[in-house]
């Protein structure tokens, strides 16, 4: 006579109570503040707010034509041909994906880390990039991404 042991319990994961929260990681919700470019300055910049109290913001440094590629998108301009942005954002709505978010990950000797976090057919998918690029495909979205920035990042700034 063979005797079954009952399956050991699985624990469950515990839900974290803030959906942004991904990795243990608090972040913060952006909104474009502005773009700009100032000729005393090398390079244009994006100015992100926060989008509740106590409204603390950052500023990233983008090139030119990421700068421009933002204020299109920014506006509902498509060109006449797509622009790089345009044309990855038509990939991924033919690949049936959607972004879910950009999230700021970390800010190290003046390089902001991000990546997209994006939904599938097979799942879900994280794909390192640069801010600049996932700022303007989370705006270039049908509904646009939220933008999330880590918050000990925003600590770093306000301290």
């Known amino acids: 006579m063979s005797t079954t042991e009952p399956a050991p319990e699985i624990p469950e994961e ?24 100032d000729l005393g300055d090398p390079s244009p910049q994006i100015h992100l707010v926060e989008e509740e109290s106590p409204y603390r913001n950052i500023s990233v440094s983008v ?22 942005h345009e044309l990855t954002s038509s990939i991924i709505a033919q690949l049936q994906a959607d972004i879910i978010a950009l999230r700021i990950l970390r800010h190290e000797n003046g390089v902001f880390y991000s990546e997209l976090d994006l939904m599938t057919t097979h799942g879900q998918e994280r794909l390192d990039c ?28 306000y301290d």
């Open 63 to 84: 090139a030119l034509a990421e700068a421009q590629s933002l204020h299109n998108a920014l506006i509902g301009k498509v060109g006449v041909r797509p622009s790089t």
């Open 130 to 157: 640069r801010t600049s690029d996932g700022v303007i495909l989370a705006i270039r979205q049908s509904v646009a991404a939220p933008i999330l920035c880590a918050e000990e990042i925003l600590l770093s700034f």
């Open 14 to 37: 515990p839900a974290t109570s803030d959906p942004t929260d991904a990795n243990n990681v608090a972040f913060r919700v952006m909104t474009v503040g502005s773009v700009r470019f």
